[in-house]
């Protein structure tokens, strides 16, 4: 982070096959702090996780913010769809399944969710 910053809300952002998602921050002294965690993601209701005022996470100048995403492409999983037509690859349009939207100055979204 170029500045001291605190944390308004989480909103995390996967596809079918999410399951879970982290965030913590890397502060500047080597320290690292789960700061959120969605166990039970669900992708058809993407949530904003609004901290209240006094557990907001207030992040020195220089902490980076960690996420972990976990997904599930097996059988097990209904929603896991065959790629279509036999794929097996393609190059992804976005820079990754799993979006983070985290608001930067002024509240407004960062690009791709970094401050």
């Not at 502060?27 to 209701?45: A, C, I, K, M, T």
Request: with cysteine.
């Amino acid at each position: 982070m170029p500045a001291p910053a605190r944390l308004e809300n989480f909103q995390p952002h996967m596809h079918m096959r999410g399951k879970a998602i982290s965030m913590e921050a890397g502060y500047p002294d080597g320290r690292r702090e789960g700061l959120s965690v969605v166990n039970n993601f669900q992708w058809r209701w993407h949530v904003n996780y609004i901290y209240e005022d006094d557990a907001a996470p207030l992040l020195p100048k220089g902490t980076v913010l960690v996420f972990t995403a976990w997904h599930d492409n097996t059988a097990d999983n209904e929603q896991s769809a065959p790629a279509p037509c036999g794929a097996t690859w393609a190059k992804s349009r976005v820079p990754s399944i799993a979006r983070r939207p985290v608001p930067g100055p002024a509240g407004r979204p960062s690009a791709r969710g970094r401050l």
